[in-house]
């Protein structure tokens, strides 16, 4: 490594120098090739423009051969390589996948599954996260890592571990046991209170000896769902804890470099609200599917979580494909210009670049038919000329960085009481978290009206209205705040089977849902799940019929009136959806799952009522949003269709892609997309 002078940068001034240009780049495994391919990649790289690359995820094995034993030669010749070539690195801490002689030498550091089997080297994330020798070799290793480089100017950003969780989420060996004791210890001090906690007088649990105490393993039926509930906590805990460990050594050595560490879309084994506020970057591995016709509004779901999870602050794109993947039975390719135009859909949304997962096609290994920036067939390839086209545009992009997405409307999103809903044992195995999300969120996305998602916790004052498509799981605390939102004059639409137990899966008696019952005006006396395929119909008080599924409730007014009403079964007359008038507010009850023209009615209702608009009204596959600044308002319009399409425009408006001014229409290509800016007045409907 060249000597390097050392030096202190402040973090804000560290994020502005990693979000001085857009972020172009990807995943960078030069250990799988010889030195001579480097010398192409790097000249690639500058051609196709890409100005940070993610180094050493995969690279233990090639770091430390043997225990102790270091090897950062080739590292320092590419780091320094990357460096003359003006290309930064977000260096990983590389302890994703542990080396082969640690499974040797400790093979107590391989996970167990629930019902016991040990999961094997020979593939990666083979580790359990309470064990003492994998904790030991990481910590080792990423203090060698961050002594080395800490002044390398090549270093950005630390990319700490992969995908957290990924393939390994929960490990149920004597040490993840031991562990998880610890664990509750610190959270009951005594068993008196985890009994009471765990609801342990049921079938015999109750523990006299925190020795007696075991994860949720393999039962003959059904375990204890508080037990289950804090092993939930506890999992997410334990990889956190992998995770702190290794940016407490980072932050000591480089307080100057970010930390980030990739997530990975909606992902249940994490709490990553918790997550997000120990790291510096949200940073994202996103997939969407290109065989499934609605992938992009699945995408746009997590895009904004991602933005939320960041309080609205800049996050990055860490991974996507060019084209296909290699992981699912059938992998399709991106159609001509659907990888720019998805490159785009996640900028506009807040991702200040796009990363790839990978730089250079694999010609081993078990990713070695994914796609790539540089495929195997080489640079005279659709792929590779995508490829240099999106970094090219991608350079005229910068002037979007300073700019900030907002929303009206906030979907609330808590990771506990998704861990609870989905528990065995509930009246219908069929009611899914992330469909009731989708349910609420679609109709948004359709009418683009832009949504955020707020923790149970999350600060209410800046949204006009706030959807809980499912909150099972609901602390008093919660509740109060909702309530004291409504009062204040918020709107509220609480989807069903929603306040129904508290923080230790223990059912709030009162009549359901007992927190949320005076703020709603109803009450739920009987839940009836429906089977699979069943229809039922609801009639709207304005003359609409829809159809309804999944499940349906017997419900009572104590002072709401009811904005629709069951057609069908021994409950038809009954209230299907409810509006209440609290305080200065309005809080809606949704008491069953509605078909999606049943949910665009709803939807539409409520903003109305609550004077929220789109951001702009677009023809059905035409994705608008706004990014905004001080001075600038920049609204996107993606085309998701495989088609061309006109969209009439409100105003004059300058196109930052295409350089052209636009009278009165924008017309999109196929997957086509246009960053607009007025040229003279406001050109959104709101904002
Ligand atoms: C994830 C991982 C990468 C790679 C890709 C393949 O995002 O982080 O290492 O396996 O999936 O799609």
Redesign the pocket.
């Known amino acids: 490594m060249e000597h390097i002078p050392h030096y202190r940068l402040s973090r804000e001034a560290v994020y502005t120098r990693l979000f001085e240009h857009m972020t172009y780049g990807g ?1 960078y495994y030069p250990e799988q090739w010889p030195e001579e391919v480097w010398q192409e990649d790097v000249r690639l790289m500058r051609e196709a423009g890409v100005n940070l690359v993610s180094l050493g ?1 995969f690279a233990w094995a090639r770091l430390e051969p043997q225990p102790g034993q270091y090897d950062f030669d080739w590292l320092d010749r590419i780091m320094d390589l990357l460096h003359a070539y003006d290309i930064r690195v977000n260096l990983a801490t590389a302890t994703a996948s542990p080396p082969p002689w640690l499974a040797k030498h400790h093979p107590e550091s391989l996970p167990v599954t629930h019902d016991g089997t040990r999961l094997w080297p020979g593939s990666r994330q083979h580790y359990c996260p309470s064990n003492q020798a994998y904790r030991t070799a990481a910590q080792a290793l990423v203090q060698r890592l961050a002594e080395r480089y800490r002044h390398h100017p090549a270093l950005v950003l630390w990319h700490v571990g ?2 957290y969780g990924c393939h390994v989420s929960a490990c149920y060996c004597d040490e993840s046991a031991a562990a998880f004791r610890r664990w509750l210890q610190q959270r009951y001090t005594t068993l008196d209170a985890l009994n009471r906690a765990w609801g342990t007088a049921f079938w015999s649990q109750q523990y006299g000896d925190w020795e007696e105490i075991l994860p949720p393993r393999r039962t003959p039926t059904f375990s204890n769902p508080s037990q289950q509930l804090d092993w939930h906590r506890f999992c997410s805990d334990a990889l956190l804890e992998c995770f702190e460990m290794e940016c407490a050594i980072l932050r000591e050595y480089t307080p100057h470099i970010p930390i980030t560490t ?1 997530f990975m879309h909606a992902f249940k084994p994490l709490n990553y609200w918790k997550w997000a506020a120990r790291e510096d970057l949200v940073a994202l ?1 996103m ?1 969407p599917d290109p065989a499934e016709a609605d992938a992009h509004v699945y995408a746009a779901l997590n895009y904004d979580l991602m933005r939320s999870l960041g309080q609205g602050r800049p996050w990055l794109l860490m ?1 996507q ?1 060019t084209s296909q ?1 290699n ?1 699912r039975p059938y992998n399709f390719v991106k159609q001509p210009g659907q990888m720019r135009l998805w490159s785009h859909q996640a900028i506009a949304r807040g991702s200040q670049g796009v990363m790839f ?1 990978q730089w250079r096609q694999s010609c081993a290994g078990a ?1 070695k038919f ?1 796609s790539a920036m540089v495929p195997h067939v080489g640079t005279n390839s659709r792929i590779w000329r995508e490829v240099v086209a999106l970094g090219q545009e991608l350079r005229r992009l910068d002037i979007l960085l300073p700019s900030r997405i907002q929303a009206k409307v906030a979907i609330m999103w808590d990771w506990e009481s998704w861990w609870a809903l989905e528990l065995e044992g509930k009246p219908s195995c069929s009611l899914r978290q992330i469909d009731q999300v989708r349910a609420f969120y679609e109709p948004l996305f359709a009418r683009n009206i832009t949504v955020d998602f707020v923790p149970p916790d999350g600060d209410l004052q800046s949204y006009r209205v706030v959807l809980i498509p499912n909150l099972y799981l609901v602390r008093e605390t919660t509740a109060q705040r909702l309530a004291d939102y409504v009062a204040g004059g918020g709107t509220v639409v609480i989807g069903f089977f929603s306040g129904i137990v508290d923080e230790h899966d223990h059912v709030w008696l009162g009549g359901y849902p007992a927190p949320f019952r005076r703020m709603l005006g109803v009450r739920i006396e009987e839940f009836i799940a429906l089977p699979p395929q069943q229809h039922i119909g609801i009639i709207t008080d304005d003359g609409n019929s829809y159809n309804a599924m999944l499940w349906s409730e017997v419900l009572e007014l104590e002072g709401a009136i009811a904005l629709a009403q069951y057609t069908t079964g021994f409950y038809a007359g009954y209230p299907a959806v409810t509006q209440n008038r609290f305080g200065q507010g309005i809080a809606y009850y949704l008491s069953t799952q509605l078909e999606a023209a049943g949910m665009s009615w709803l939807v539409q209702h409520v903003c109305d009522y609550a004077g929220v608009q789109p951001v702009y009204s677009t023809p059905p596959g035409v994705e608008a949003i706004v990014r905004q600044d001080g001075q600038r308002t920049w609204l996107y319009l993606l085309n998701h269709r495989a088609t061309s399409i006109d969209v009439a425009l409100n105003a004059p408006a300058d196109d930052l892609l295409s350089g052209q001014r636009l009278a009165t229409i924008c017309h999109l290509e196929p997957y086509g997309v246009a960053i607009l800016t007025p040229s003279h007045s406001s050109l959104t409907d709101s904002f």
Do not use: K, L, P, S
């Open positions: 995943d995820i992969n995908e990739n591995d997939y991974e494909a993947v992981w997962f990713e994914h």
